[in-house]
């Protein structure tokens, strides 16, 4: 079983769509959920950390938030730099603090 | 400040063959991981070291990959003998401590 599950796998939008992308967990003892962002032929970029559940983060287009099992980033009016893989992960006690990630979510979005 | 260090960037191998990859982690950090990630997918945690000791290698094909960290800061994964189910990208993370992690920019390994 994926202890880590992102949705959609992949997401076109055109330029100014906002959008939401999914991340479910099923670990107990969160100790944080983190959001990455990987370019083609690049490591995963660090976006925000979201520590417990009602906390949200905001950087520029972005917006990630947190329930006791999901978490969303969300996109408002993307440009087409936000074309990237979004990576979740997450950390917990129950998994001896190792960071798990999820699959990805590849965006593309079109000018 | 300076990232994480990985080289090289490239590398390509016949099957059977050895290969290790090099990662120099930021200064100060304890925590430090090897990921592989097969195209399309996300990362896999292979081992992690806390210092120079190792904190999980339970997803490490033992028979075949070695790792190691000498005085707790750079650290090298081994391949030995590649297989071409190995054709992934090799990447290094390190962290304070638990918590967030650093990636480098990845080593991509082709076996042929």
């Known amino acids: 079983e994926d202890q880590v599950t992102q949705s959609p796998e992949a997401l076109r939008l055109q330029e100014g769509e906002s959008s939401s992308l999914n991340c479910s967990y099923t670990?107990?003892?969160?100790?944080?959920l983190f959001w990455y962002r990987q370019d083609p032929g690049k490591g995963p970029e660090f976006l925000f950390t979201?520590?417990?559940a009602g906390e949200e983060k905001e950087k520029e287009r972005l917006k990630a938030t947190l329930t006791k099992k999901e978490s969303f980033l969300h996109i408002t009016a993307p440009k087409p730099e936000d074309s990237a893989t979004y990576l979740c992960?997450?950390?917990?006690?129950?998994?001896?603090?190792?960071?798990?990630f999820g699959k990805g979510t590849r965006l593309h979005i079109l000018p | 400040e300076a990232g994480v260090a990985q080289s090289p960037r490239y590398k390509i191998i016949e099957k059977r063959q050895s290969v290790a990859f090099w990662c120099n982690p930021i200064?100060?950090?304890?925590?430090l991981y090897w990921y592989q990630q097969i195209l399309g997918q996300g990362p896999k945690l292979l081992i992690q070291?806390?210092?120079?000791?190792?904190?999980?290698d339970s997803q490490l094909p033992k028979d075949r990959f070695s790792a190691e960290r000498l005085k707790g800061v750079d650290s090298t994964l081994k391949i030995q003998p590649a297989k071409l189910e190995d054709s992934a990208v090799y990447l290094c993370a390190s962290s304070l401590d638990l918590g967030i992690a650093f990636f480098g920019q990845g080593t991509r390994l082709t076996v042929v």
């Open positions: 979201l520590y417990s």
């Open positions: 670990v107990s003892g969160l100790r944080g």
């Open positions: 992960a997450v950390q917990a006690w129950d998994r001896d603090d190792k960071i798990i």
């Open positions: 200064s100060g950090h304890a925590t």
């Open positions: 070291f806390q210092n120079n000791g190792v904190v999980d």
